[in-house]
């Protein structure tokens, strides 16, 4: 891989979706083995493109926690890990963001990957140019291109990063040249979403509800409800309303509350039938779904529109089934908002949509989320560089 990034873009393409994969996926961990990536019909240029862009984007995503300087690359190839944290959340980022690039993620077996391992890194890269547009690579696959993962209920989501062992051996990282290395951004459009009490709005008690006045004051009223398997508290659902470009909070541009969510640890306005309903008074603007139970959705997210005195419903969220549904019915929102005709009488479903990239989190494993059969933004894709011909392949 010889060629130079200048910068980094965060507007992102995929090329392909792969079908849904038949064993679950951990997107908080690292791939194990003797990996790299492949993407039927690629060329080397365009694996090179999206490789060295997704080697800055977790450079930069991906801060030591002891404090060393960057240059994690030649660190975690020479095993001279002086951060296990940080090696692992690195490799982990590049692996979700090559899958949401649309590659998929190949192993090869012990002996192969072994002696590749072993070779110089530019016979590596040539070998990997080689498979990297193959029809049938070699290896297993290990992890498919991105199929919407997160919706589907089995799917591991675990957030403690495992410490980079001798286990993980990407050939793709291995063969990444020094100088290409050096010429790597260090820096990336990113920001670092605080949790403090000031940005957060939590939901409202029941008793608060019935008398919550908004028709005047400016602000919104969304609703949602959650049904969730009694013993997984591991939907979370965490949304920010955007600023006025991706690395700008909202907070620090009016000083109104941006964010709201992470329910499993916030009140409740209403329980009924298994379902936990909650009522929110927000400022208006446009609300994006920031996290997944700590899953950053940068690559790729939905989000909706609220306008000042509008009563906006999100739908009913159901995590019991294998894949999760998203009920809009607002008759069913009415029918548990007992007690509160002040809300159940002007609510409305509301519009979502399906955005592309944007600014990615510190220390956040990284990945994309969209809701079927809702609309997408205009010029909308995933993965890096524009949705045109002119994209390298």
């Known amino acids: 891989m010889r060629t130079l990034f200048a910068c980094l873009v965060v507007s992102l393409t995929i090329a392909t979706v792969a079908v849904a994969q038949a064993e679950p996926v951990n997107l908080s961990q690292a ?20 490789f060295g862009r997704c080697v800055a984007l977790a450079e930069s995503i991906s801060p030591s926690t002891s404090g060393s300087t960057p240059g994690l690359v030649g660190s975690i190839v020479s095993g001279m890990i002086a951060d296990a944290e940080r090696s692992a959340t690195f490799q982990t980022q590049i692996d979700n963001c090559m899958t949401v690039n649309g590659w998929t993620i190949m192993r090869l077996g012990e002996a192969q990957g072994a002696a590749l391992w072993h070779a110089d890194p530019m016979a590596i890269e040539q070998q990997l140019d080689a498979w990297v547009g193959e029809d049938h690579p070699p290896g297993d696959v290990a992890r498919p ?60 008690k029941a008793a608060d509800a019935a008398r919550v006045a908004f028709a005047n004051s400016g602000d919104a009223i969304v609703v949602l409800t959650i049904v969730e398997p009694a013993v997984d508290c591991r939907i979370c659902f965490v949304f920010q309303r955007l600023g006025s470009a991706p690395t700008v909070r909202a907070w620090n541009e009016d000083r109104r509350p941006d964010i709201f969510g992470d329910f499993a640890y916030s009140p409740t306005t209403l329980v009924a039938n298994g379902a936990k309903t909650y009522v929110l008074k927000i400022p208006p603007g446009r609300w994006r779904a920031l996290r997944f139970s700590g899953l950053g959705l940068c690559f790729g997210a939905p989000a909706f529109d609220v306008g000042p005195g509008e009563v906006v419903y999100l739908g009913r969220f159901d995590f019991s089934a294998p894949t999760m549904r998203l009920d809009m019915n607002v008759e069913h929102a009415k029918s548990e908002l007992v007690g509160l005709q002040n809300i159940s009488g002007p609510i409305k479903p509301a519009t979502w949509t399906n955005l592309g990239a944007t600014a990615c989190e510190i220390l956040q494993p990284n990945y994309a989320l969209q809701f079927d059969n809702v609309a997408f933004e205009p010029g909308y894709h995933l993965g890096f560089g524009p949705a045109d011909t002119s994209h390298p392949q």
């Open 31 to 50: 791939v194990e083995g003797y990996i790299y990536f492949n993407r039927p019909g690629a060329t080397p240029i365009g694996y090179h493109s999206d």
């Open 145 to 204: 291109a991105f199929a919407n993962d997160i919706v589907k209920y089995g799917s591991v989501i675990d957030f403690r990063f495992k410490e980079f062992g001798q286990s993980m051996h990407s050939l793709s990282l291995k063969a990444l040249d020094p100088k290409t290395q050096a010429s790597l951004p260090v820096s990336l459009y990113y920001i670092n979403a605080d949790a403090w009490s000031k940005f957060i709005v939590k939901p409202l």
